[in-house]
């Protein structure tokens, strides 16, 4: 009777075991599996696993086992492979394999070998030199363009300036070289302190029409850009804004309006859209608006510009769930070197979720708002209110007169320069729209040419008056 309690304690002992075993081998912490190793140096390879019976561990290069007669390598108790004197024919690809009763698990390593006085990398098969450029905890990459404008065919008037891009992204980091019309670009800047992959012309001419292009290198492959550059003669007229648009539209409250400005440059032209402010409470921060004759006015972000085959382009205003602080005047700006035309429109927001009232954002003192009030009134009141009404539009007038003698004409950057050509901090005083002798009306209205007159532009940088043609830069 004993021996059977003995006995079957026994086996409780080994089913407890059995359940408690952790399994097949598992890795433990983070591995990193590019290891970059100095000739002459040692090193070691990590096994970081953990299993329940302790795994054996097996280590092979390239597939073929290392045995025992590699005396260089050594693998330790705890499944390091421990490399003396490294040499250049070490680099390779290293796999560790743990194994116990329940399954197996493969970590795999590169070793990467450098020798630093001859300046020489073996990865794999490569032998390559030694490159700053190169980051050799990465794996390498060719090429790749990650920015390229959407057009490859650019025109610029005489005296301009062009920027061309050509950003990518590799391992090792790419080299950039430009050429014009096949002939090489001899670039004397220093590239540390300005990006290869950007091709600076200052104060072009007609002689540097041509074709323009980028390669960009690696040890590990080449890809290459090309643009077409025109240069044509100084613009000699301003953009047109084409009629009807923008056309005075109407929304259902929380829908979806847009609005469409069609401009004819001789080339692409900048354009933006404003918006008059009807609530100055609703502007934190009045530093962001631009005033016109005593109206504000909020820029608002404009997306992209596009050139249809007719030679005009065409730029949408979406506004998406639209309120009430929607409605109002909006205003599209078509501008080159030679000046800058508007046109407006209304948006009118229909009744609301919880009003019956239409939404245009119009001034309260607008005629209709007070016919009630006219209608109830005796008409001596009337007269009175009239005469008040008549003194205070005389008054009103002289003060606008005066204060339009004193506004300043605001000049818009010159579009043949290749920067930002709007910001989003405009100033009260110091950034004031050129003014018209049209007024810009307060009620809504059939689409209207505003500020028709030019302002002349200068059409060279103040920073490019003496650079001399021919001058190519990153």
């Not at 402010?277 to 631009?290: A, G, Q, R, Y």
Request: aromatic content about 8%; some cysteine.
């Amino acid at each position: 009777m004993a021996y059977l309690r003995q006995w079957l304690l026994l086996v409780l002992v080994q089913v407890i075991q059995i359940c408690t075993a952790s399994g097949p081998p598992r890795v433990i912490g983070k591995v990193h599996h590019r290891h970059i190793a100095k000739v002459g140096r040692n090193t070691k390879l990590l096994c970081p696993v953990e299993a329940d019976p302790p795994p054996l561990m097996q280590w092979n290069k390239n597939n073929h086992n290392i045995p025992n007669g590699w005396t260089r390598f050594k693998v330790s108790q705890d499944g390091q492979l421990r490399i003396r004197g490294i040499e250049m024919d070490d680099a390779g690809t290293y796999v560790c394999k743990a194994i116990n009763g329940f399954g197996n698990i493969k970590i795999n390593y590169t070793l990467i070998v450098v020798d630093e006085e001859k300046g020489i990398v073996k990865q794999d098969n490569s032998l390559y030199n030694q490159s700053p450029d190169e980051d050799l905890r990465k794996e390498g990459a060719p090429p790749v363009f990650t920015e390229l404008p959407k057009k490859d065919h650019i025109v610029r008037p005489v005296g301009s300036s062009v920027r061309l891009k050509c950003r990518a992204t590799g391992n090792p980091r790419p080299h950039v070289t430009w050429f014009f019309n096949n002939q090489l670009i001899q670039i004397d800047e220093d590239p540390s302190k300005h990006p290869q992959w950007i091709l600076k012309l200052q104060n072009v001419n007609e002689l540097e029409t041509g074709e323009y292009t980028c390669k960009v290198s690696n040890r590990l492959g080449q890809i290459n850009h090309t643009y077409t550059l025109e240069v044509i003669e100084k613009i000699k007229t301003k953009p047109v804004l084409i009629s009807p648009h923008p056309m005075n539209t109407t929304v259902d409250y929380g829908g979806t309006a847009s609005f469409q400005c069609r401009v004819r440059s001789v080339v692409q032209p900048h354009i933006q859209w404003l918006k008059r402010v009807e609530d100055l409470d609703s502007i934190p921060n009045l530093n962001t608006t631009i005033e016109v004759k005593g109206q504000k006015f909020v820029v608002l972000k404009t997306g992209e510009v596009w050139n249809r085959p007719d030679g005009t382009y065409v730029n949408k205003l979406l506004i998406t769930h639209a309120t009430e602080s929607d409605g109002g005047m909006y205003i599209c700006l078509g501008a080159n070197s030679m000046g800058y035309s508007f046109r407006s429109a209304f948006l009118t927001v229909s009744s609301g979720p919880n009003t019956g009232l239409s939404y245009t954002n119009q001034d309260s003192s607008s005629p209709k708002n007070h016919l009630p009030l006219f209608i109830a009134v005796p008409s001596a009141i009337i007269g009175m209110g009239l005469f008040g009404v008549l003194l205070f539009y005389i008054r009103r007038r002289r003060q606008c007169n005066n204060q339009g003698s004193n506004l300043k004409i605001q000049r818009f950057p010159v579009p043949t320069q290749d920067k930002d050509f709007y910001t989003n901090n405009y100033h009260n005083n110091s950034n004031m729209l050129p003014i018209s002798r049209e007024k810009i009306p307060k009620t809504p209205t059939p689409s209207v040419d505003l500020y028709s007159d030019i302002s002349s532009v200068s059409q060279h940088h103040p920073h490019h008056h003496h650079h001399q043609h021919n001058q190519y830069s990153y």
